[in-house]
Each structure stands twice: as structure tokens, then as C-alpha cells.
RNA sequence: GGCCCGGUGGUCAAGCGGCUAAGACACCGCCCUUUCACGGCGGUAACACGGGUUCGAUUCCCGUCCGGGUCACCA
């Protein structure tokens, strides 16, 4: 057979030559050691939580090295694409500090476009540059065309052959059939060719695999070290039949163009690793650098761990925007998870962000681990409680805008009231850690607006009102807003000891039966009254950001 | 089912032939404290199992079991 007849007859448009690629995309100007990496989704949803890993870690690496970071926009399969997605995917990655230098991003006008000199950066703008490698392969005699029919197509479609997909199962015999059918395509004429070429029939390339089953081929992976496979033998689609390629032949095509050096994906990969190792050695390419992360898990219904999809709790990063979580703690519970002693540098290094960190590949996790919820809120509450007063305001009135109207409303018709109580106990080495999101903010905070008071922790009923009345009578009586905090508590002391409580707790704890009630009941019968609720920052601080006429009116009110 | 990857406390994890097997989160006590939060101190809790190799295995090898991934003209 003539391959280069076969491939003109093919590719009858293709004028370029592999060699005029090589210029047109020469290897980048990087100095020594720089990394390029990228993040290459396909635009069929959301971003999700598991996402995150993969875009972070190429992000990390890139900028870390002085290297370079792109998007590629993998839509090469037009039937699963949904409109707006790679607009949104970029945004949601923006939120999260995840920046590419290069590659498809928004333009002035709301629409994707390209910024660098390797692009385009979307697949399906890229059909001629994937022809000019087929050209290639097929003359070479690496891949040939397989015609299909109509009614193969049919087949194809078939009800039976989708259980069959879904079922995920791939019997010996079945196996054995897939190769004898596979080995029947490889046998076709010149004339055969013209023939379903003159009558308008699709194909697609397959590659003509030289791989031995019982062989194998050895890979390195730079988290898991070297790994071994069975040499690739099955003759893979390169090209579809709508002429666009899939996912294999465009990623070594693409990333020997954009001159990647670092491919970073999830593990579901590497069993497809041994078709592209042949790919680009077919193609007389230098493979890049595999790095396979874990991926995200979560535990299904029945105890068992699943990897994180799109439909998990947790899994859209939408969820965690409405949730009220603040992008940066996020990202260090991400960090967390990427590498096991990003912890530690973070306690020796409080005051410094994430991007300082010496992100290291041989730290990276090589098995799937649970997302766990309870520790993102640890390293939440402590992302938050770092931030001064004026950060938090800002966060907190920007998730209410759009989460909570009316507590927006209230924040920011007073802001200098609404940061005064965001500063109690805020700066300093032992900051107070109530919130891990903002939505904790208004159960915290919303007894300091009348709109939302009322007492939803009442008084205990084994302290008798009159008891509690006397109390509180007498604090009306003796309160100044202008006294200071040590002489506000003497006096709440005094009233204490005046009607029969303990004023002092260690006494009050040797013998609690000689008292109505100890002096944090007293202090709890005012913060009921004030708050209404038996817990609440500091009381007297509480009071002065009230004032007088709240503070009192409220006691009254108890009465 | 074939192939691939993995298996240290409830979770995330140090470890890389010899350790009383770190640390963080969670949980439980105690202390501090007018409540809460913070902070301090202490505690419960782990090398999946069976064979090797070795003077010695959490660590190396093999098998078993368990978990995950993957077997498309999807990525």
C-alpha cells in the first residue's frame, strides 16, 4: 500500500508540514528550570472542588519556577459542551487565585478569547494543526481510516452497546472479539478508500498500533516514581469522524506544541498513560513530565469512598461561595491536602500566604483522601479570625449582598457600628475563632440590631424572678455608660453580694449551697437580658456598643 | 472480569531496616475564665492479614484481602 497516497487522498488540504509547526511554535525562551504547565477542562459544567487540585498544583508549579501556566479549553466533544461553562470555569478559578498567564481568557467583551503565541488555545479551533500530524501518520503507515456506515453508526448507538459501556465490564471474549474486529479494519484497499471517500462516507484514523499485550512498558510519574504497563495494542481512535480528535492524540499534539513540560491530571489517567507514551513517540515527540494526583473522595451511602463528583455536596464551588466560605481559606485547606507539611510551614510562618510556600512535588499525597468538611471549617475560622476587622466587613457585606439581604441591609447602613463589633476580641495572639463562614456571622452578631433581637436562650427556670428582677433593677439603678470596664464589673460584684449571690466563684465553688447563685449567674441574667442568648462576647464591651438607651430599654423589657 | 494505583488512629498524615510509631483536625477530661470563643495541660485511638528476606521489619519481596481507578468516535 502507498501510505503517502493514502494520506493525500485523506487529507487532501493539509499543505503544512510538520516541520513549519516546529517553527511557528519554536520552545519557549524560559530560563533553566522554569515549569509550563496547564489546566485543560473541558467546558461541560462547573469547576469543581476535585478541579481545584489538579489547576492549583500546575499554578503553583508554573509560578514557583518562573515558568508558565495556560488554559486550554478541551472541547472537542461538541455533544457534552455546555454553553457558557468555560466563561464560568475561568471566573470560579480567578476566585480562587488560580491565574493563567496565557491561554483562553474573557475578553472586553464577556467572550473567551486568546492571549499568547501558542494558541488557539480551544481545541475545536485547532482541527488543521491535529490534520497536519494525522497527514503524517498516515503517511508513515502509523494509522489508517476506518469507514464506517450508516448503519454501523447505527450500531454503534445501539441500546445493547451502551449497557454494554455502562456496565464497564470488558469480558476475555469480548476483548478477543474488540481485537478481531479491530484487526479486520486494518485490511482495505486503495480503491476501497476512493470508493467511500467518493461516496461521502465518515471515518476515523485509528492508529496502527505496534504494541504487545504481554509486554511492558515502564513510565515515570513524578508523585508515584517509576510505574509499569502493558504496552498499548489496541489501535485507538485518533481522529473521530467529525474530523476532531480525541482527547489522546490532541493532548500530545497540543502539549508538544504549547511546549508543556509538567502535564499535571488526576489519576484516572494513567491507565490511558501507555497510549500516549506511544503517541508521542510516534509522533517523534519528547514526552512532558506526568504528574498523577489523587483524586478527592467522599464516603457514599453504603461506607464505601467514591471519588468526589459533580453532583456531591461539596463538590460545586458555587456551593462554597453560598455557603459563605471566604476563597482563601479554601485554598489552604487545598494546600493542606496538596502537600502534607504545608501545616507545619504554616505555623512557623502565620503572616504568610500560601504563594510563599515551597510547594514541593515529593510531598504530593499519592492516595485519594476524604474531603472533610469539619477541618475546612477549622482552617476557615482561622483564615477569618487572622483578618483585621475592615477584611471580615468587606467579606461578610459582599456574601450578603447576594446571600442575605437584610442583614446586608442592616451591616452597611452603619459600617463604623457594624466593624466596631466585628473587632471584639480581633487582633492580638489569642484571637477570637467564631466564624468559619460568613453565614456564622449573623447568629453571632444579630442580637446587636434590633431587627433581629430577641431572646432565644432564655433564663434558666430554676432562678426565681423575683430574684432575677432584683438583679436587674439594681444594675438599672447603678449603670453608667461613662464608667470603665473594672469599675462596671465592681459594681455588678457588689449587686451580686447585696441580694445573695457569690461574688467571687472560688468561694461561691466551696460552698455553693450558702448562695441564690454566683456572680456568672448574675452576669447571665444582664447578658439574657441584652443578648438573648446565655453566650455572648464580652458583656460590658457588648453594653458600650449598644449604649445607654438600647442596653437599658432591653433590660427593662426583661422585667 | 482484565489491567493499573493504593492500604499507618474516626479524618489528613510524618516515617523511608532498629523510634516509648511525630503532628494537625475531631473527641474526652482538667486549668484559665462572669458566659461563649481563645489559650494552656493531659487523655482515648493506628502500622489490613499471611508468608518470606534479615540479627531485626510499619519500612524490602511475594500472596491474600480490602478500597479506588480504568477498559468509548467522553474527557
Same mark, same amino acid.
Given at each position: 500500500?502507498?501510505? *503517502?497516497?493514502?494520506?493525500?487522498?485523506?487529507?487532501?488540504?493539509?499543505?503544512?508540514?510538520?516541520?513549519?509547526?516546529?517553527?511557528?511554535?519554536?520552545? @519557549?525562551?524560559?530560563?533553566?528550570?522554569?515549569?509550563?504547565?496547564?489546566?485543560?477542562?473541558?467546558?461541560?459544567?462547573?469547576?469543581?472542588?476535585?478541579?481545584?487540585?489538579?489547576? #492549583?498544583?500546575?499554578?503553583?508549579?508554573? &509560578?514557583?519556577?518562573?515558568?508558565?501556566?495556560?488554559?486550554?479549553?478541551?472541547?472537542?466533544? !461538541? %455533544?457534552?459542551?455546555?454553553?457558557?461553562?468555560?466563561?464560568?470555569?475561568?471566573?470560579?478559578?480567578?476566585?480562587?487565585?488560580?491565574?493563567?498567564?496565557?491561554?483562553?481568557?474573557?475578553?472586553?467583551?464577556?467572550?473567551?478569547?486568546?492571549?499568547?503565541?501558542?494558541?488557539?488555545?480551544?481545541?475545536?479551533?485547532?482541527?488543521?494543526?491535529?490534520?497536519?500530524?494525522?497527514?503524517?501518520?498516515?503517511?508513515?503507515? %502509523?494509522?489508517?481510516?476506518?469507514?464506517?456506515?450508516?448503519?454501523?453508526?447505527?450500531?454503534?448507538?445501539? !441500546?445493547?452497546? %451502551?449497557?454494554?459501556?455502562?456496565?464497564?465490564?470488558?469480558?476475555?471474549? !469480548?476483548?478477543?472479539?474488540?481485537?478481531?474486529?479491530?484487526?479486520?479494519?486494518?485490511?482495505?484497499?486503495?480503491?476501497?478508500?476512493?470508493?467511500?471517500?467518493?461516496?461521502?462516507?465518515?471515518?476515523?484514523?485509528?492508529?496502527?498500533?505496534?504494541?504487545?499485550?504481554?509486554?511492558?512498558?515502564?513510565?515515570?510519574?513524578?508523585?508515584?516514581?517509576?510505574?509499569?504497563?502493558?504496552?498499548?495494542?489496541?489501535?485507538?481512535?485518533?481522529?473521530?469522524?467529525?474530523?476532531?480528535?480525541?482527547?489522546?492524540?490532541?493532548?500530545?499534539?497540543?502539549?508538544?506544541?504549547?511546549?508543556?513540560?509538567?502535564?499535571?491530571?488526576?489519576?484516572?489517567?494513567?491507565?490511558?498513560?501507555?497510549? &500516549?507514551?506511544?503517541?508521542?513517540?510516534?509522533?517523534?515527540? @519528547?514526552?512532558?513530565?506526568?504528574?498523577?494526583?489523587?483524586?478527592? #473522595?467522599?464516603?457514599?451511602?453504603?461506607?464505601?469512598?467514591?471519588?468526589?463528583?459533580?453532583?456531591?455536596?461539596?463538590?460545586?464551588?458555587?456551593?462554597?461561595?453560598?455557603?459563605?466560605?471566604?476563597?482563601?481559606?479554601?485554598?489552604?485547606?487545598?494546600?493542606?491536602?496538596?502537600?502534607?507539611?504545608?501545616?507545619?510551614?504554616?505555623?512557623?510562618?502565620?503572616?504568610?500566604?500560601?504563594?510563599?510556600?515551597?510547594?514541593?512535588?515529593?510531598?504530593?499525597?499519592?492516595?485519594?483522601?476524604?474531603?472533610?468538611?469539619?477541618?475546612?471549617?477549622?482552617?476557615?475560622? *482561622?483564615?477569618?479570625?487572622?483578618?483585621?476587622?475592615?477584611?471580615?466587613?468587606?467579606?461578610?457585606?459582599?456574601?450578603?449582598?447576594?446571600?442575605?439581604?437584610?442583614? &446586608?441591609?442592616?451591616?452597611?447602613?452603619?459600617?463604623?457600628?457594624?466593624?466596631?463589633?466585628?473587632?471584639?476580641?480581633?487582633?492580638?495572639?489569642?484571637?477570637?475563632?467564631?466564624?468559619?463562614?460568613?453565614?456564622?456571622?449573623?447568629?453571632?452578631?444579630?442580637?446587636?440590631?434590633?431587627?433581629?433581637?430577641?431572646?432565644?436562650?432564655?433564663?434558666?427556670?430554676?432562678?426565681?424572678?423575683?430574684?432575677?428582677?432584683?438583679?436587674?433593677?439594681?444594675?438599672?439603678?447603678?449603670?453608667?455608660?461613662?464608667?470603665?470596664?473594672?469599675?462596671?464589673?465592681?459594681?455588678? %460584684?457588689?449587686?451580686?453580694?447585696?441580694?445573695?449571690?457569690?461574688?467571687?466563684?472560688?468561694?461561691?465553688?466551696?460552698?455553693?449551697?450558702?448562695?441564690?447563685?454566683?456572680?456568672?449567674?448574675?452576669?447571665?441574667?444582664?447578658?439574657?437580658?441584652?443578648?438573648?442568648?446565655?453566650?455572648?462576647?464580652?458583656?460590658?464591651?457588648?453594653?458600650?456598643?449598644?449604649?445607654?438607651?438600647?442596653?437599658?430599654? @432591653?433590660?427593662?423589657?426583661?422585667?
Amino acid at each position: 500500500m502507498d501510505c *503517502n497516497k493514502l494520506a493525500e487522498l485523506l487529507f487532501p488540504n493539509i499543505t503544512e508540514t510538520p516541520e513549519e509547526l516546529e517553527t511557528r511554535y519554536p520552545p @519557549r525562551d524560559l530560563p533553566e528550570g522554569a515549569k509550563v504547565t496547564r489546566f485543560a477542562p473541558s467546558p461541560t459544567g462547573f469547576v469543581h472542588f476535585g478541579g481545584l487540585f489538579p489547576s #492549583m498544583t500546575g499554578e503553583r508549579l508554573a &509560578h514557583r519556577s518562573g515558568g508558565v501556566f495556560y488554559l486550554r479549553i478541551e472541547d472537542t466533544d !461538541a %455533544k457534552r459542551e455546555v454553553p457558557g461553562a468555560a466563561e464560568g470555569l475561568i471566573r470560579t478559578l480567578a476566585r480562587y487565585g488560580v491565574r493563567f498567564d496565557e491561554g483562553a481568557v474573557i475578553g472586553d467583551d464577556g467572550r473567551i478569547t486568546d492571549r499568547g503565541s501558542y494558541g488557539p488555545y480551544r481545541q475545536s479551533a485547532r482541527a488543521s494543526l491535529y490534520h497536519v500530524y494525522a497527514k503524517k501518520l498516515v503517511a508513515e503507515g %502509523k494509522a489508517y481510516p476506518v469507514f464506517t456506515t450508516d448503519e454501523e453508526l447505527d450500531r454503534l448507538n445501539a !441500546a445493547d452497546r %451502551k449497557a454494554e459501556l455502562q456496565s464497564k465490564i470488558r469480558t476475555e471474549e !469480548a476483548a478477543a472479539a474488540q481485537r478481531e474486529e479491530m484487526l479486520s479494519h486494518r485490511r482495505f484497499t486503495l480503491e476501497e478508500v476512493e470508493a467511500h471517500l467518493r461516496h461521502g462516507d465518515p471515518f476515523v484514523l485509528r492508529i496502527l498500533s505496534d504494541g504487545d499485550g504481554k509486554k511492558t512498558v515502564k513510565a515515570t510519574d513524578l508523585v508515584r516514581g517509576t510505574l509499569e504497563f502493558p504496552e498499548n495494542d489496541e489501535d485507538f481512535v485518533l481522529l473521530k469522524s467529525d474530523g476532531i480528535p480525541t482527547y489522546h492524540f490532541a493532548h500530545a499534539v497540543d502539549d508538544h506544541l504549547m511546549r508543556t513540560t509538567h502535564v499535571i491530571r488526576g489519576e484516572e489517567w494513567l491507565p490511558s498513560l501507555p497510549k &500516549h507514551l506511544q503517541l508521542f513517540r510516534y509522533l517523534g515527540f @519528547r514526552p512532558p513530565k506526568y504528574m498523577h494526583i489523587a483524586q478527592i #473522595m467522599r464516603i457514599d451511602e453504603n461506607g464505601n469512598k467514591k471519588k468526589l463528583s459533580k453532583r456531591d455536596m461539596g463538590a460545586n464551588m458555587d456551593d462554597y461561595t453560598r455557603m459563605g466560605y471566604c476563597p482563601e481559606a479554601v485554598c489552604e485547606y487545598v494546600m493542606t491536602l496538596l502537600n502534607s507539611n504545608y501545616e507545619e510551614w504554616h505555623m512557623q510562618n502565620p503572616d504568610k500566604p500560601y504563594t510563599d510556600f515551597p510547594f514541593d512535588i515529593k510531598k504530593m499525597a499519592v492516595s485519594g483522601c476524604l474531603f472533610d468538611f469539619v477541618k475546612l471549617n477549622d482552617v476557615s475560622k *482561622n483564615v477569618l479570625s487572622r483578618m483585621t476587622a475592615g477584611q471580615v466587613f468587606d467579606g461578610l457585606t459582599a456574601w450578603a449582598a447576594e446571600f442575605d439581604p437584610e442583614f &446586608h441591609e442592616e451591616l452597611t447602613a452603619d459600617p463604623a457600628y457594624a466593624m466596631a463589633i466585628l473587632s471584639i476580641g480581633r487582633g492580638g495572639k489569642k484571637p477570637r475563632k467564631d466564624l468559619a463562614v460568613w453565614a456564622d456571622a449573623k447568629p453571632y452578631m444579630s442580637f446587636f440590631y434590633d431587627r433581629f433581637f430577641s431572646v432565644t436562650d432564655p433564663i434558666p427556670d430554676r432562678f426565681d424572678k423575683a430574684d432575677i428582677d432584683a438583679v436587674l433593677t439594681a444594675f438599672l439603678a447603678s449603670y453608667d455608660e461613662k464608667d470603665d470596664a473594672a469599675v462596671w464589673f465592681d459594681k455588678v %460584684k457588689k449587686i451580686a453580694a447585696s441580694l445573695g449571690f457569690a461574688a467571687d466563684m472560688k468561694e461561691y465553688k466551696a460552698d455553693p449551697d450558702a448562695y441564690k447563685g454566683s456572680i456568672a449567674d448574675v452576669s447571665m441574667f444582664l447578658r439574657v437580658a441584652v443578648t438573648g442568648k446565655t453566650n455572648s462576647p464580652d458583656l460590658y464591651t457588648v453594653m458600650q456598643l449598644l449604649g445607654a438607651a438600647r442596653t437599658t430599654a @432591653r433590660i427593662r423589657a426583661m422585667l
